[in-house]
């Protein structure tokens, strides 16, 4: 795994026979152009050096690591956490958007558009796209516009369209449709910021690199703080940038283990979990080779997760390759481990976090429990303020694991 980065992609964007490019020779161009400008740009000083003062100065980077003193005392173990709850705009998401914008800018695009399944991305790349001044259209599922409320306000009070996605299920993989279409209609004036580490190539590999920052800056901190490198670290994974990002900082380093966490919902049922990666087979889905859920007749299959932000049917090209070389294991944690890990992490340590992160915490508490001399650290990819309603309408307040 020596030089991992530089080694991955391959020159037309695969991961080992993962990711690619499965789209339109009309989109292929774009996606060569915008391959082309990201190569050039993000080796220029100027680039390299407004991206820095830009994650200094306005995202308030680095954002610490932080020991979970009590839950740890709870449950055996020592668990760690990289606070990406406290990044501008409360989520890891801005890392890559903020990286996406500036592209843009450089690239003299007047507008950039995305997808949205909880609204966190939405609610980043409007957050960016005010602060370069450039129009930002969101697309979004109808339904994940009823749930996620709040974000849908802090989008328009941003400055954003939201564009509601009123197809098959209405949720995050109409919305990456929808955005698609929309995005052919004028290519030279906008740009498409993917939300994470998939779509066609350079997507997948661009978003990891500008949320490698997480990896690298946790490393150093973990290793400052204790005097050694951590025994796991682990991330919930959707499409997996939040955790490209921090296991990208400790790939090389073979003796940490390294944990995705997908959602395994209500049940392992088709339609009940997104759990793309164990229990998905190889299919194309937007623009990539990628680990699918399928229903009988090979369609991608309707997904499910407490946390939207983690319902798609496929999963970033490189987890999947990483799947296979066996260097990150992926598990999953489902809707009733996730809630006692929000519950926890809220009364052990004044942190309500995102129901997305809620499942990596999940994890982490197991581990902890089962390896009491082991240390994990937790990629917290976001803070919890929009689930708030949704979990105490539903489920209660949590006293019942504190009896
Ligand atoms: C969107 C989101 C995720 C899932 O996206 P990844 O690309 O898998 O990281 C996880 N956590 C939070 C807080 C999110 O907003």
Known sequence: MKDYLKQYPDEKGFFGKWGGSFVSEELQAEMNRIRDAYFKIS????????????????????????YCKRLSEACGGRIYLKREDLNHSGAHKLNHCMGEVL????????????????????????????????ECDIHMGEVDIAKEHPNVVRM?????????????????????DSAFEAYLKDPVNTLYCIGSVMGPHPFPMMVRDFQHI?????REQFLEMTGELPDAVTACVGGGSNAMGIFSGFIQDEDV???????SGRSLK????????SYGKEGVLHGMRTYLLTDEKGNPAPVYSIASGLDYPGSGPEHCMLKDKGRV?????????????????????????ALESSHAVAFAMKYAKENPQKSILVNLSGRGDKDIDFVVDNYGTGDEYFN
């Open 270 to 277: 088709l339609g009940d979990h997104a759990c793309s990666l």
């Open 329 to 353: 294991t992926y598990t999953t944690a489902n809707d009733k481990e996730c809630l006692e890990a929000f519950y926890k992490l809220c009364r052990y340590e004044g942190i309500i976090p």
């Open 43 to 66: 080796k220029s000083h100027d680039f390299i050096n407004e991206l820095r003062s830009i994650r200094k100065h306005f995202q308030g980077r680095p954002t610490p690591v932080y």
């Open 156 to 176: 328009k009070l941003l400055g954003a369209n939201v564009i509601p996605a009123t197809q098959g299920q209405k949720t995050l993989k109409e919305a990456v």
């Open 103 to 134: 592209l843009a800018k450089y690239m003299g695009k007047k507008k950039v558009i995305a997808e949205t399944g909880a609204g966190q991305h939405g609610v980043a790349l409007a957050t960016a796209a005010a602060y370069f001044g450039l």
């Open 214 to 218: 997480v990896g690298v800056e946790a």
């Open 257 to 263: 283990a390294l944990f995705g966490v997908e959602p």
